[in-house]
C-alpha cells in the first residue's frame, strides 16, 4: 500500500527507474533494515505484505482494499511465515516473492502503455543486468560478464584482501595497486569469491574508486555507505561484522 503517490513511469527508462528504486528498497529491508523488518512482520497480525517504493524506501502493510488493485499486489502473508521456519531461509522466500512482484509491476507498466517486442525486450535485459534480490539476500549475485575491466578489478579486490590481513589498513579499503605476480598465482584459487564482486546490500558491481568493507563473518563485501561505514571509522574496527550477521548474533 503506499500512501505517497509517485509518477507513473511511461517510458522504458521510466519504468526501469522505478523498478531500480522499488528493488533497492526491497533490497534494504531484507539486508541492513532486516532487524526492523522482522520485528514489523508479526505473525500474530492480520495479512501483511513487503512493499519496495520507488524512493527507495520499503514498508510492511495490508494490502490494498481495491479491487482490483491499481498496481500487482506484492505475496500475501508473509508475516504467517515468520516463525515456522529459519529465518535465513524465509528472508530467501521472501526475497523470491519480491523479484517476481517487482517484474509484474515493470511488464504491468508495460502491458498498460503498449510497450511493443522491441521495448519489451529492451526492458528485461535492462533488468536482467542486475542481480536478483534472491541473489543478493543469499550472496549468490554474480557479476555481469560484460563489463570491461571487471575481472581485474575483482581480482584486485580479492588478493588485496588477502595481503591486509595481517596490516593495520582497514580490510574494507579497496584502493591498493594489483598485487604482485607471486600474489596474483594464488588469485586463482579465490577465483569463485572474484565472481561474486557485488555489493552484499545493493547488489552493484565492484568499482575501485568506492570504499568496500568486508564482513568478517559471512565474508561479503559491502559498499561503506550502503552499511554507514566510513573509512575513518573502518580504521578502528577490529572485527566487522555486517547487519544482517549482527542481528543474527543477537538472537542466538
Not at 526491497?26 to 524512493?55: H, M, R, S
Not at 529459519?86 to 523479484?99: G, P, T
Amino acid at each position: 500500500m503506499e500512501g505517497i503517490p509517485h509518477p507513473v513511469p511511461r517510458t522504458v527508462e521510466e519504468v526501469f527507474s522505478d523498478f531500480k528504486g522499488r528493488r533497492a528498497g526491497l533490497i534494504k529491508a531484507l539486508t541492513t533494515d532486516v532487524e526492523k523488518f522482522y520485528q514489523q512482520c508479526d505473525p500474530d497480525k492480520e495479512n501483511l505484505c513487503l512493499y519496495g517504493l520507488p524512493n527507495e524506501t520499503w514498508e510492511v502493510n495490508l494490502p490494498v482494499e481495491e479491487v482490483p488493485p491499481e498496481l500487482p499486489e506484492p505475496a500475501l502473508g508473509i508475516n504467517f511465515a515468520r516463525d515456522g521456519m529459519q529465518e535465513k531461509d524465509w528472508l530467501s522466500l521472501v526475497a523470491v516473492h519480491s523479484d517476481s512482484w517487482l517484474l509484474a509491476v515493470a511488464f504491468y507498466f508495460g502491458a498498460r502503455f503498449g510497450f511493443g517486442k522491441n521495448e519489451r525486450k529492451k526492458l528485461f535485459q535492462m533488468i536482467n543486468d542486475l542481480p536478483t534480490i534472491f541473489e543478493v539476500v543469499t550472496g549468490n549475485a554474480k557479476q555481469p560478464k560484460d563489463q570491461s575491466g571487471g575481472h581485474n578489478n575483482s581480482k584486485s579486490k580479492s588478493s588485496s584482501k588477502m595481503s591486509r590481513q595481517s596490516e593495520t589498513q582497514p580490510k574494507g579499503v579497496k584502493m591498493s595497486p594489483p598485487p604482485p605476480k607471486d600474489e596474483e598465482e594464488s588469485g586463482e584459487e579465490e577465483e569463485d569469491d572474484e565472481q561474486g564482486a557485488t555489493c552484499g546490500a545493493c547488489g552493484d558491481s565492484y568499482a575501485n574508486d568506492e570504499f568496500w568493507i568486508c564482513c568478517d563473518i559471512c565474508e561479503r563485501w559491502f559498499h561503506g555507505k550502503c552499511v554507514k561505514i566510513t573509512p575513518a571509522k573502518a580504521e578502528h574496527i577490529k572485527q566487522y561484522k555486517c547487519p544482517s550477521c549482527s542481528n543474527k548474533r543477537a538472537r542466538v
